[in-house]
């Protein structure tokens, strides 16, 4: 069997890191090889913005803001390390991916850029406007995504 | 742990097919005890009709269509059940469910009679106008199933 390729997406949500207990309860429990990669997606530095696009900040701002954004991805992946380090697979090697910009864009390319058999995300459930409004990352996923998706939904 | 149940969406899709066998390989070959459920929608019996909506046939069509169901139903499930005899699994039971009408309506409802933890089923890649004017019941079932949903795509 050769080895599997599964793709976590994982962010700030309680959604993605039960996507990713579920990867290993459900998908991976018992495979001979697999290697999982855990993918973070930063947003561009302008989400981070309270006041909204097309403002200058000072250096002191941007600094602040780029921070921010990396202790955000360092506890993001320290969280699912600690998952992956409690399942303890021996038969799985796990690699950290960080990738930046609009998240379902960056996903999409990067399943295909890491030839990924299949891409496990969580839903983050959003009501009906909001879903509407916003569109949702998985929705994308599941549609563009050239291999097969997993939406894990939080009980 | 407890029994998992998985429905598997089957139609007279290679995809559907295909989306069993990977069911069998990546979801269920190792776990303990797993109820795996084949649902079958027949599509509504106007959708047979060459004519269109608003005709009324003679009780000889009537009869010849109903046929021509039961043939496409019987025809998916000895499809589906020689894809589970082959993997032989011996922790696995499975079972037979037909429904009839609007496909992604019956499945979310089904899967949510079931208690079904996770809902596996294919997506028939149609191109952008097709996907755009029919809706995609791979696309509504992702979103609105009220558990995990795994859209396998094949190679």
């Not at 018992?30 to 990669?37: D, P, S």
């Not at 320290?78 to 303890?88: D, K, L, M, T």
């Not at 799985?92 to 864009?105: I, L, P």
């Not at 909001?130 to 939406?151: E, Q």
């Amino acid at each position: 069997m050769k080895e599997r390729k599964i793709v976590v997406a994982v962010d700030e949500s309680e959604e993605s890191m039960y996507a990713l207990s579920w990867c290993f309860t459900n998908l991976i429990s018992h495979t001979n090889n697999c290697k999982l990669v855990l993918l973070y997606v930063k947003p561009p530095p302008l989400i981070y913005s309270p006041a909204g696009k097309g403002y200058i900040f000072s250096n002191d701002v941007v600094v602040a803001l780029e921070q921010y954004g990396k202790q955000l991805t360092d506890s993001v992946m320290e969280r699912a390390g600690a998952i992956c380090s409690n399942f303890n697979p021996t038969n799985v090697s796990v690699e950290r991916v960080v990738g930046s910009g609009d998240a379902k864009e960056v996903i999409c390319s990067a399943v295909q850029k890491l030839t990924a058999d299949t891409l496990v995300m969580g839903t983050h459930g959003y009501g009906f406007f909001k879903r509407a409004l916003l569109g949702s990352v998985s929705d994308h996923c599941a549609k563009h995504a050239n291999c097969s998706v997993v939406i894990v939904k939080h009980p």
